[in-house]
């Protein structure tokens, strides 16, 4: 379920993601049109329609900061970063995240970011915070 607080909730069912060389990340992420290869058109139009979701909220983030965006370090892919986070805290793992996402300059660029970089801590702490909590 995609969250914002006080905008909007959405659920997104039985998205796929990936684990493998000690990294997760959302399959398909890694192509600029963000189709996932070797799934039936279905399956792949909801894992495109996720992505893109993703893109679209960095990109809203993006344009609400302004400037300022461009003072948090991986301001580029900030949502990417946190879905993937959420499913290590659902799967209660601790890998490396792999997101892709286009440059200012047009180019498509795949980063991996260490399981103890601040950005992914920053993002499992949100997800977290953000669980009902139970009595």
Same mark, same amino acid.
């Given at each position: 379920?995609?969250?914002?607080?006080?905008?909007?909730?959405?659920?997104?069912?039985?998205?796929?993601?990936?684990?493998?060389?000690?990294?997760?990340?959302?399959?398909?992420?890694?192509?600029?049109? @963000? #189709?996932?290869?070797? $799934?039936?058109?279905? +399956?792949?139009? &909801?894992?495109?329609?996720?992505?893109?979701? /993703?893109?679209?909220?960095?990109?809203?983030?993006?344009?609400?900061?302004?400037?300022?965006?461009?003072?948090?370090?991986?301001?580029?892919?900030?949502?990417?970063?946190?879905?993937?986070?959420?499913?290590?805290? @659902? #799967?209660?793992?601790? $890998?490396?995240?792999? +997101?892709?996402? &286009?440059?200012?300059?047009?180019?498509?660029? /795949?980063?991996?970011?260490?399981?103890?970089?601040?950005?992914?801590?920053?993002?499992?702490?949100?997800?977290?915070?953000?669980?009902?909590?139970?009595?």
């Amino acid at each position: 379920m995609a969250v914002r607080q006080g905008l909007f909730s959405t659920v997104f069912a039985n998205v796929l993601f990936v684990e493998s060389s000690d990294t997760a990340y959302v399959f398909g992420i890694e192509t600029p049109d @963000a #189709r996932a290869g070797g $799934l039936p058109a279905d +399956v792949a139009d &909801q894992q495109q329609r996720f992505i893109q979701f /993703l893109r679209e909220q960095t990109h809203e983030d993006i344009r609400a900061l302004g400037m300022l965006a461009k003072v948090f370090r991986g301001h580029e892919y900030g949502c990417e970063v946190a879905a993937t986070a959420a499913y290590l805290v @659902a #799967r209660d793992v601790c $890998l490396n995240l792999g +997101v892709g996402y &286009q440059t200012e300059s047009g180019a498509y660029e /795949l980063v991996g970011i260490h399981k103890d970089d601040d950005l992914v801590v920053q993002a499992r702490l949100a997800v977290l915070n953000d669980e009902p909590q139970h009595p």
